[in-house]
């Protein structure tokens, strides 16, 4: 049986609720990853695959390879021209440290694809408070601001009660013992008591960046 | 030593990130409870109070009951006026069935505290999917939908494929077997293949509605 | 010790309950597998293999291999030749996404292992809730649907409220974070508000085809 | 708010999937059980209602409970009447305990409703086995079986390997220890041995008995 | 047989390893805490009890009750004197709100029955990271802080970051939906990004009061 | 360092409770095996080590290998000789399936090891009961029965049933989904309603042994 | 329905496997009871009830509670003669304190109604090692030696190292945090370092109880 | 981007609350851990680094291999000098046997960097409870005590009756089944009746070695 007949694309996405579908690498082949290239070649549609290892982008085909713009610390993939940049920053995308770096990275391409700019902050760790308090100024008047935290997560919470706009926590697989796959962080991001901070799955940088797009067309 | 020792109110928070502090009532003696009221009273401060028994109200100062607005079913209570209502509807707060109305109506009320109508629709469960579809022009439109539910959690993510604007799930610990406490509805949420769904703590209406509240008060 | 020694197939199986065995290969050895089919042979009997890995399948002397019809996606081998196929088509296998294509096709291999045609319906998941719709009517008259789904697995709680026929959640391991394994896949099936959905193990398309062919002896 | 403004109840569900709308009564008040049943009187409805307390029936108003078949050890209510029996019995419901009981009377009264007859077959826990066997015959020609158990859940695994028809496992709360809750009947059962057996929540014997009238529907 | 044969207090303990043998009330019956009092009478001995509930303590006859000093909010009792407080506060024990008052104080009452005064800072929360950082030079210069937190537990991290001595984080069971139990509490303390932080079991204040005892003895 | 430091054997294991120290393989490094072979050759002892895997085993020097009768399904070593075997056959290791002869063949050696032959009943699954009861009368008559289990572990409740003996459940972690680990297996015996079963840890042949061993020298 | 319908006592389990059924009061109600003292009363049978709560023993008729020998710690009880007990102590039950006491009397009452004498050692807590040491001759020759413990359960791992006989492990659900409901007990026996420890189900005394009569029978 | 704009060291740390910085190496590329190095290099500062495998150590640059102290079974590296070591010991590390003697040299090589010396005491287990008493009055008098522990972790129970001071237990992630990751072993010692324990999260080595240094750092 074709593996083309499994696959089936939503190109009208965007016209309903104002997203692309994109394509979530992970657990696929390559020849369902090829598959879906080949439709939408077919359609003359671009795409923002995520969850691209490297192996399985290095296992395309050339003529695919060529028009994808790759980044493996983030693991996703431009296939087409992503949108132009817009020219007012409106998202922060904060880390305590960089073992979330690849998780940020995931977000500002994300959002980049569709023509946000955002700013990127590492390293502002609570183990030394004083890191984030002097960066607080630049992050302080973002609509939105997504918060990405592995271990004890206790970041989200400081942000939250310092800054007015949405604050978005993502928590990351990052930690051994307890903090194993990030339910420590998890957990303690819904527990927070700094109100109305919102939370994704466990290392879901692409869904973080498509709900503050969701927020940032509200704001158009 | 007194209680009111230990009692140290947060009057400044609307001036620095927009939100009053809101006085958790559950596991709070009515000493507590009273200590907070003479606080409030003596700095001439509104507050809202959540998760406030009925026999938490019943055991309060016939003074202070005077000056309270309670709501039995949602367990909020106003003491104070809330902010004028504005005049237009930017929240839907949706729910399956009429097992979820607690948390729903915390919602609506949390949201009035500031001013902010609602539109509540409960009792669109997708074992009758026809429900929803019904409803779904009035949703469609708002800048925030809030879905609360509790089972299997399965609304978010249909509500999520159907409407662009800002989508926050809030599970409910409404459920027996595996779903007892809401666990199973939060994993649900969390898990959705609904791009940009975000996630409240089980429960957690109130802080559902400050999410939102954070999200309106970009558009102003 | 002769591996021979330890195993003792159950060849009268069909004659009590209806159903054959069926070797699981996952965690035997080569040189278990080989005593199997050797016995097999002897008693001239037909198999169905699950849970093949390529590498075992590969490591197979000559012999066996070239009597095997072997499906890398769904791990399935039929040793013999499957019944003759019937002329209905009872049973539609459906899943959200091509994620879970693996877990269809194993059951739908199952199922033709015993004479009984599938349909297959991938890719109908929520996000998008009109190609569920569009495929409705031929679904819904099948006595028997399977509903596959990973991660959030919404998909069964809306089809079990559209279609009158017995209908079975196979959950998939399908998922990160939170929905790592499939538990929350396979909690959000059990606690379906859906009247009367049954549930397997995750990953347990054998099971669910078996499960299928009690059902649909019944009608016979 | 008036509280019939929540309840919106699905009077057509019959004509659409074969089931009526059944009214689960735990955490519901008894305002809104009230203006259930009489928006059920206005449309000269017939309700199952189940997990319905003796507090809770005996609070309702005397005009409803005359109404009202009510039985406590299943706390299933009959309001108005249910179908006519069936002649054949095509359901054996069977316990290894007395414990379970309650369980399987939800089952067979569910069952009834639909007017369908049952065989109750309680107390064959496996500890003595010669129960079970003797009782075989009467079971093995049913075309569905539903198993309760708690505890280890190891009957339905021996009954699996048994009969040919579809059977079901509904595991129950019932135990200590590592068994509260029915967690580990419910894994038990799902990591059952015996190919196609199919599985409810925990203590649901009314999808328990759905499941089993989506079953026997197809067989008429 | 008589409850005093069931009993055998450790009378010696102090001079072996430092500490008095406490007594745990919970869980004991007034015969049995009637029994211990009648030993710890006959042997001259003092006693600390803690999680006394006001039932136990209003159970037991007039002539111990009157030798008991009880604190109903952290459930201590001292049976005899406390030791005569020491000069020097050495011990901060801090919180971020009311909701663990109970836990402050029976660390502190722990501390004061071995002559220790201690410093109690509630209502820090770091919601508002400013109230913290007013009290944070009386904290800092002492050589054993604790800090109890419920919910997220954000604030040992916190606090570890900016004080070099012993840092103990009590968790506690405050909270609802994933914080319920206080396990969210205890994985986000043990997760903690600050150097050196140590954990007790949840609600553990009497363990976190002796260890701080542990540490202050080696000062001496 | 030396490695032999860390190392301290304990020879007098067996005189003072009568089993001897056996060695655990996994988790230590080349080195740490041969360093324990070193101090047993120089005291001249014997030993069994469990868990060792095939490159552990074959990475060793020699020498040692020469002296080693390594068995690789049950991963056990015996380095030396075993006690001479006893007449008369006394424990009974029964397991559902072929997947779980490794855990089986684990006990059978660690019985030999010490002169106690045993008889292995292995595919006596309870899909097929039959397999069961045609072998009862061999294992009744035991005075201890191991029963060795993965999945759902419904195999100990049955036996127990039957045989008044010793019956020793031993999990296995044989299993995929909610049985991934053998939690599944573990729960299902330590809930079993046949009175006096018990249990080992996930997989702890070894154990299973020796909790024989320790009832069949009280027969002596 | 007549509830003695339900209910079917195994009067020959004796005769099979050398135990009486025993009834678990816990879960029954009056009703069920009284039908099962009928049955009783009818087949002049003799009983041990467990988990009888004081409340369900006093709601039982005058003409059963005279013959019925009550203990209420334990909340055992004899409905008949216990056998003549033997002259020799062959288990010792240990147990760390006194919190544990309900369970230790559960195991020395359940081994009385068989006639087994047993020697009861309590407030052996590890956190005072010398306690054990001093009653340890008493211990040593007891041919099976059940320990009982709650929290940490690091009893029996020092108890198994020290005995040669039979060690049985029965945690408890004594505890609070990551002790609560016994899992932490529970587990700690499961991976005890001492070989051939056993296990039974958290607070299953009559369990641990009957497993030492199934090792005393072989012993005879 | 280069990768240096995400990497802000905290070289003032020991300023602040005295202790620096250190490295935690897994999870970094080499690319991260090159540009650390790189700016400790340039800010001319010393660093100990972390969970460091031997395939990263080998994959830096020679200059640094050469510049980098490396303990492979710690798996610790120190870049620059350690303190000088003082001339007092005051820490113990004491663990049950060779399984956890990489955390054991964790702690000792994270002590030793401060210039604190350490005794380590490994294969300790209780399984042969004389092998502690034997060594009991070199660690007694030790103002810190760490107890390393996997499976059943009740070697810190005994340790904490037994010694006055400040007693660290470091659960270790060593054990199979229900002891698979640590987690038994860190809820036993959550749960000990020691008086006064405290914990680290799971194979955290490095933490419980600087909570050392900060008892240790108030005696001075």
């Known amino acids: 049986m074709s ?11 965007r016209q309903r609720m104002g997203l692309d579908e994109a394509i979530l690498a992970s657990g696929k082949s390559v020849a369902h990853l090829e598959a879906i290239l080949d439709q939408a070649t077919t359609a ?5 695959l995520t969850r691209l290892a490297r192996e399985q982008f290095e296992a395309l085909p050339g003529k695919y390879r060529a028009r994808i713009d790759y980044d493996e610390l983030s693991r996703t993939a431009y296939f087409g ?3 132009p940049a817009k020219a007012e920053t409106r998202t922060a995308v904060i880390a305590a440290g960089t073992s979330d770096v690849n998780v940020v990275r995931e977000i500002s391409r994300t959002l980049a694809w569709y023509g946000e700019p ?10 030394g408070i004083w890191r984030l308090l002097e960066r607080l100024e630049e992050i302080r008047h973002m609509p939105v601001v997504i918060v990405v935290a592995g271990m004890d997560a206790a970041l989200p919470t400081v942000v939250g009660g310092l800054v007015p706009g ?17 339910n420590a962080a998890l957990n303690a991001m819904l527990s927070s008591c700094a109100s109305g901070l919102l939370v994704t799955n466990i290392d879901n940088g692409f869904g973080a960046a498509c709900a503050a797009l969701r927020v940032l067309r509200s704001l158009r």
């Open 81 to 83: 021209e992503p949108e």
């Open 3 to 13: 593996i083309h007949r499994d696959i089936k694309l939503d190109f009208e996405r």
């Open 166 to 182: 949405v604050v978005i926590g993502c928590p990351t697989s990052v930690g051994y013992g307890v903090a194993t796959g990030g």
């Open 44 to 48: 003359d549609a671009r795409f923002l």
């Open 118 to 127: 955002s700013l990127e902050v590492t390293d502002v760790g609570l183990a």
